[in-house]
């Protein structure tokens, strides 16, 4: 296989993968730390890679193993913190129901478990098929299909009840 070049790599995946990695991690530094290991993989170890139209799918793999791999280290080492900070950014009144942003959604989407966070993301955010999120996440597509679909509902729900609405009173109110 032809060199794939490297430049051109960072060029096309740089802001796709901190997006990913931003959505794991939840944290800006920690998803640039992430991007860079993962093109530093790729720098070491891409040259291993036989098909070229499956460098998108290395790229996200190799960043979500890693994040994998530092959530277990913190987790051994590190006693878990609640952030109350992260908490009231998630508190929205009822009255903005109907103009939900996409800041709002995505702090939605940052609170949700790592379990729905990682497929919904993919899906959503990156494009990826549910082949390529089977592929990423290492689980079979009809996980993907189960996480997303869990996720999209836990997602909903929690964008309802930081605006202040129950399931009872969704029913009749909604505007197309």
């Known amino acids: 296989m032809a060199a794939l070049d490297f430049e051109k790599l960072v060029e096309d995946f740089y802001m796709p993968l901190y997006r990913f990695a931003l959505s794991l991690s939840r944290q800006e530094s920690d998803a640039a730390d992430l991007t860079q290991q993962t093109f530093f993989l790729w720098a070491s170890k891409g040259h291993q890679l036989r098909d070229a139209s499956k460098v998108k799918t290395w790229l996200f793999t190799s960043l979500y193993r890693e994040f994998l791999g530092r959530k277990r280290q913190q987790d051994r080492f590190l006693e878990s913190e609640n952030n109350p900070e992260a908490i009231a950014a998630q508190t929205v009144p009822a009255s903005v129901v109907e103009q939900l942003d996409g800041d709002i959604v995505h702090r939605a989407l940052l609170a949700l478990e790592e379990i729905y966070r990682a497929p919904l993301t993919l899906f959503y955010l990156q494009q990826h098929s549910y082949k390529e999120i089977a592929e990423i996440l290492k689980v079979p ?5 189960s996480r997303i679909s869990r ?3 836990r997602l909903r729900q929690a964008l309802a009840d930081s605006a202040g609405l129950t399931k009872e009173n969704q029913g ?5």
């Not at 597509?141 to 299909?145: A, N, S, Y």
């Not at 009749?172 to 197309?176: K, L, M, S, V």
């Open 141 to 145: 597509i009809g996980t993907v299909m």
């Open 151 to 153: 996720g999209k509902e």
């Open 172 to 176: 009749g109110n909604a505007h197309g």
